[in-house]
């Protein structure tokens, strides 16, 4: 018994002792860590966060390997980042680096596409044992591709329903287990879960969407677990939960107007750079905006019916239905168009 009681007073120093560390983080920024010649596999990157996220890592001189279903945004992507190499190993980067504040060695550009639908799990393990033959052992892991069907549950096929479960959720396991394996052999890498708010709390009218986020973030805390179980302390993991974000996913998605100018749409640029600030410096979680940890934190504490006054409150119960309802006429003009 008095084990038990010293122990729970250890572990009640270490949680006392883990809150100040993080509190400290709010006031002393980490340093960023080097990814320079690292391999960086980045899923969805043809557009959209993915390929705002491979423009920042090639600005740290990461090598990139690029997976999107569409090639032609994915070469887009490609030269893009190749465009970053040269600017980074131009003669003027060089004598920047001699008279500046550091050093930067010879670097070759490297960037690698490849077309892979991530909802097929075949393809995914195909894939991924070609980038280990053609480029090496993967040191980050950016699962990033995501869907949304844009239907009413009653009104939305079951295959879209499939699909958005496959590509936002699953796709993450096979991702995973093709490339944790030399990872936890090697001590050594880095996951990273590009869900939603909408993993954390959810709306109306968009279920499968929801459902698919809630579970990779369930996937990612699991995992986390057994990677901190394992005592592999040099395999990092990151869990991006932005707001809703301005890259044409959810056009027309409006809370209350009068609120709105206090929550608008997040610029892509921004939510990167804050989601590359926490990759970079180890950080478990990053919520964008700040205010959806707390959020997050009521949806926890308050009762189902407060929760509901506040989403009504907010205009956030139904702001999903102008969104919905654009594509619906998208499609109705589609089908016109076609003689459907």
Same mark, same amino acid.
């Given at each position: 018994?008095?084990?038990? &009681? ?9 949680? *006392? ?10 006031? !002393? ?24 996220? +491979?423009?920042?890592? +090639?600005?740290?001189?990461? %090598? #990139? ?30 004598? =920047? ?21 991530? =909802? ?20 980050? *892991?950016?699962?990033? @591709? ?13 295959? #879209? ?26 001590? $050594?890498?880095?996951? !990273? ?10 709306? @109306? =009218? ?9 579970? +990779? ?7 986390? $677990?057994? %990677? ?24 027309? /998605? ?11 749409? &997040?610029?892509?640029?921004? /939510?990167?750079?804050? @989601? ?25 504490? *308050? ?10 409150? &907010?205009?956030?119960?139904? /702001? ?9 006429? @998208? ?10």
């Amino acid at each position: 018994m008095i084990n038990i &009681l010293a122990e729970f007073f250890v572990v009640i120093l270490k949680v *006392l002792w883990a809150i100040v560390m993080a509190g400290l983080k709010w006031f !002393v920024r980490p340093k960023e860590k080097s990814v320079a010649g690292q391999v960086c596999v980045i899923t969805g990157a043809g557009g959209g966060l993915g390929r705002l996220f +491979a423009k920042e890592f +090639a600005r740290r001189r990461a %090598i #990139l390997v690029l997976w999107d279903i569409n090639k032609q945004s994915n070469e887009e992507t490609a030269e893009m980042v190749r465009q970053i190499y040269r600017e980074l190993d131009s003669p003027m980067s060089k004598d =920047g680096a001699v008279s500046g504040v550091e050093e930067v060695p010879p670097f070759q550009p490297q960037v690698y596409t490849y077309v892979c639908d991530v =909802g097929k799990r075949e393809n995914v393990y195909s894939t991924a044992e070609k980038v280990r033959r053609e480029v090496g052992e993967v040191d980050l *892991l950016i699962n990033n @591709a995501g869907v949304v069907s844009g239907h009413h549950l009653l009104e939305c096929p079951d295959e #879209l329903i499939e699909r958005t479960m496959v590509v936002n959720c699953h796709a993450h396991f096979w991702t995973t287990k093709a490339f944790l394996p030399k990872m936890l052999e090697m001590n $050594h890498g880095h996951i !990273v879960t590009v869900a939603s708010s909408l993993g954390l709390f959810s709306t @109306a =009218g968009v279920e499968d969407y929801c459902a698919s986020k809630f579970g +990779a973030i369930g996937f990612h805390e699991s995992l986390s $677990h057994e %990677i901190k179980a394992s005592e592999k302390d040099g395999i990092k993991m990151t869990l991006v939960c932005p707001y809703l974000v301005d890259t044409g996913m959810f056009r027309g /998605c409006r809370i209350r107007k009068e609120i709105e100018p206090f929550l608008p749409p &997040l610029r892509p640029e921004f /939510c990167v750079k804050q @989601a590359m600030r926490a990759i970079l410096t180890d950080q478990p979680m990053i919520c964008t905006p700040r205010i959806v940890y707390m959020v997050n934190f009521m949806k926890s504490i *308050l009762p189902f019916e407060a929760i509901v006054c506040m989403y009504r409150f &907010l205009g956030a119960d139904k /702001c999903m239905y102008p969104f919905l309802a654009q594509r619906k006429e @998208a499609m109705n003009n589609n089908e016109a168009k076609n003689g459907i």
